[in-house]
Structure formats: structure tokens, C-alpha cells
């Protein structure tokens, strides 16, 4: 093997130990928000206590002996978010002659990617006290896009992940106050990312290309819900989602390189766990109009810390992205405008899974604040309608991450998303 080409296999070493991008916001990758009126328009706080809509079919199963009829609700929600990294250095750290040169490169502008998400849910009355109910979700998922000729770009240039998640859940009335549900979630991901390899000066006009696409895995999580009525105005609701271990293989593609990899690979398999997750909530009745809710979780986010990566030439990797458990809190109001029409209003604040020194340029994620708002109103007895929005407010996240000889610090002045959604409920 000649030396470039030991160069290059070294090269592809450091670029697969970097590769386990999964893109997201506050509390890691998972989504509180799932295109319902009581998730999107409370930023999440009223979902373990929801005993009033097919959307209790994914917050909290036990909630569905709430409903006493058939119930349908479709909901859609677009992300938009803004991500704008601010440079504040770049330095070449690589002496032999072949690779001097400064670096080249911008910001990468917004490098958020604008994600549609749309949602369905269920719930059918089995007997007085039984409930089967169904959804449709994408509970997890992000990306970034910092373009070709990003300063950061032999970390990442951009990543997309997406999952699915079809629930079928049961819930079962034991007492007059205590409800218990549960389900499983089989969860589809799909991931997709590419990386500039350096071939010499960090231009990226000598730069190769590695993109690892169809990543894919179907992966299952169980989920256990509980509710208990301690009077006609308080409310007590748990929800446990355990982990869910992720497994995805997909190809791997090569372009620009000045002569092939020895022992090239094609494929590769990306293995990690999605954490468990426990979540509280209470909901009070302070008078006919007005429902006021509180809740508090944890996400063992330590647990997605371990990232082990398999190449077919034989070549495995691990790292430890040295991730935090988070936790979080809320509370958030709904009232009754009159007999057809309702808003509601939360705030919640997620911890960060990372601290600043081990944080990415694929998961430019901080500590975050959540803002929601929503209105629904009643066309019917039977329809309704509810439109409602999150704002995430998340933090600088200062960044110095080193990748193949390149050290790039900086900060994200601009850091922050939109779900914006809309929701339909049929009750047959």
C-alpha cells in the first residue's frame, strides 16, 4: 500500500468514527410534538394527561377510556427551522507540505431542513371499560444542510434522519379512578449523510465526497401508560417508553477520489440505542372553562452515547459521544372561549444532552425553551377543527470540533425552529 492511499484508509477510518449523525433538538432527537392540538398547542406538557382525544393512543394509552365513542383525528405539521452557524475560527493542523494551506470555506448559511410530518390516530370503545386504539406518528427526525463548502465539512456537510412509528395500544378501565394502557411502537428510520474527505490543502475544490444512504432499520419500543383520578379535578398521568435498539445498514458511496480506498467498503451498519424515557404529567380543573397542566420527564440519553460502527472490509469503530441524561418540565393552560371554541398556551424548558465541549456539527444541540399556542374550534357535534404552533428557542451551542486535521470553533447565533400544524378530529 502506498503511502496517499494509507493516507486515504486513514482517512476513511476517522471519517467513519464521525459518521453516527442524528440531527435534533432539545431533549436529543425525540418529538413531544406530534401534530395534535394537545401536544403541539401545550409544547407537549398536556400529552401524559390526555383523556380526551385519539392522540392518547401514542401520549398516554390509559387516556383512551376517556373517550366513549369511536374518535379519528389526523393532524399535519411542517418543521422549519433555522440554524446558522457563526465561524470564529479555522485552523489547519496538518504540517506536511501536501496538506498546508489555510481553510477555505463559509458558514453554511441556514442549514436547517424545512420537514413535513403528518399524523393519525384512533381509538374505538371495545366494552365500558376497554380501548383499542392506533396512530401513526413521526416521533423522531431532523437534518442539516451546510452545503458543500461549509468550514466544518470533513465533520459533516449534511444528515437527514427520519422515523415512523405505527402504534397499536390497549387500555383498560380497573377502577373509577386508575386506567392502565400499553403498546408497542414498530419504528421505521431512514438515514442519510455525506462527508468531505481531504485529499490535501483543506479547499474544498480538492475535496472528495463519502455519502452513506439507505440507511434503514425497523426497531420496536414498548410503551406502558397510567392515569389516576385523585377527584373530579385532579389528574395524575405516567407514560414509560422503553429503549429501542436502532441497527441500520445502508451503502456506502465514494466520489472525487484521486485513486480508490484498498479494501474499499460499500456497506455499513450504524448501531445505537434510543433511550428510555419517562414521563409525568398533572392536570387540574380550575373551573368549567379552564384546565391548567403540569408535567416533568427524563430521557436516559447516556444510553445513545455508545455509537458502534461495522464496515464490510472488516473495519469497526466506536465512539462515545459522552451524552448526558436530560430532563425537562412544563405548564401550560387550556381555555374555553365559549361553546365552539378553545385556545391554549405552554412553555416548557428541556436540559442539554451535551456538554460544549463534546458537542457536533451534526447535533448543534443546547438546552432549550418551547413555546406553544393554539385555537380549535367545533364545526359540528362530530367535526373539529385546531391549528396551533411551537416555537424552540434553543441555546448558542458553542462548537470546537476537530475532523481530519481541521479545527473549526464558532457558535450559532441563530438557533431555533417553527412546528406549525393543523388538526382534524372526526367522532363517528
Known amino acids: 500500500m502506498n503511502q496517499r492511499a494509507s493516507n486515504l484508509a486513514s482517512t476513511l477510518a476517522a471519517i467513519g468514527l464521525a459518521a453516527v449523525s442524528v440531527p435534533g433538538f432539545g431533549a436529543g432527537f425525540y418529538l413531544q410534538e406530534v401534530g395534535s392540538p394537545g401536544s403541539l398547542g401545550t409544547a407537549g406538557v398536556a400529552n401524559p394527561t390526555n383523556t380526551r382525544g385519539a392522540d392518547a ?17 389526523a393532524g399535519f405539521q411542517l418543521i422549519v427551522p433555522s440554524i446558522k452557524f457563526n465561524s470564529k475560527s479555522a485552523s489547519n493542523n496538518l504540517r506536511p507540505p501536501r496538506f498546508a494551506g489555510l481553510v477555505q470555506g463559509g458558514d453554511g448559511d441556514n442549514a436547517g431542513a424545512i420537514a413535513p410530518v403528518p399524523s393519525l390516530f384512533y381509538v374505538r370503545p371495545l366494552s365500558e371499560q376497554a380501548r383499542f386504539g392506533f396512530s401513526l406518528t413521526g416521533p423522531l427526525g431532523g437534518g442539516v444542510d451546510y452545503g458543500r463548502d461549509f468550514v466544518g465539512r470533513y465533520s459533516v456537510q449534511n444528515v437527514t434522519l427520519a422515523g415512523a412509528a405505527i402504534t397499536p395500544s390497549f387500555a383498560y378501565q380497573v377502577t ?32 472528495a465526497r ?6 434503514t432499520d425497523w426497531a420496536f419500543q414498548g410503551v406502558l401508560g397510567l392515569t389516576y383520578a385523585f377527584s373530579d379535578r385532579l389528574l395524575l398521568g405516567i407514560v414509560y417508553r422503553s429503549e429501542a435498539d436502532t441497527s441500520l445498514d445502508g451503502d456506502v458511496k465514494f466520489y472525487g477520489l ?4 484498498p479494501a474499499q467498503p460499500n456497506n455499513i451498519r450504524i448501531d445505537w440505542t ?12 380550575l373551573n368549567d372553562d379552564t384546565l391548567l397542566f403540569a408535567n416533568a420527564g427524563w430521557q436516559e440519553w447516556s444510553k445513545f452515547s455508545s455509537n458502534v460502527l461495522t464496515f464490510d472490509n472488516g473495519r469497526v469503530g466506536e465512539i462515545d459521544r459522552n451524552w448526558d441524561d436530560t430532563w425537562y418540565a412544563g405548564a401550560a393552560a387550556v381555555h ?18 451535551v456538554k460544549d465541549a463534546d458537542r457536533t456539527f451534526d447535533f448543534p444541540v443546547d438546552e432549550t425553551w418551547k413555546l406553544s399556542a393554539a385555537y380549535g374550534w367545533e364545526h359540528s357535534d362530530t367535526l373539529s377543527f385546531s391549528v396551533g404552533t411551537t416555537l424552540y428557542f434553543v441555546g448558542n451551542a458553542p462548537i470546537s470540533q476537530t475532523s481530519q486535521g481541521v479545527t473549526v470553533s464558532g457558535d450559532y447565533d441563530t438557533n431555533m425552529l417553527a412546528i406549525v400544524g393543523a388538526t382534524l378530529r372526526y367522532d363517528f
Open 210 to 215: 463519502v455519502k452513506f444512504e439507505n440507511l
Open 258 to 261: 484521486r485513486q480508490p480506498l
Open 274 to 285: 434510543n433511550p428510555q424515557w419517562l414521563d409525568v404529567g398533572l392536570r387540574y380543573r
Open 57 to 73: 393512543s401514542w401520549t398516554n394509552p390509559a387516556g383512551m377510556t376517556g373517550i366513549d365513542q369511536q374518535h379519528l383525528m
Open 336 to 353: 374555553r372561549l365559549n361553546d365552539r371554541a378553545v385556545v391554549s398556551l405552554g412553555f416548557s424548558y428541556d436540559s442539554s444532552p
Open 176 to 207: 373509577d379512578k386508575l386506567s392502565l394502557g400499553a403498546g408497542v411502537s414498530a419504528i421505521y428510520t431512514i438515514m442519510e449523510q455525506e462527508i468531505a474527505i481531504r485529499q490535501g490543502a483543506p479547499t474544498p475544490t480538492s475535496d
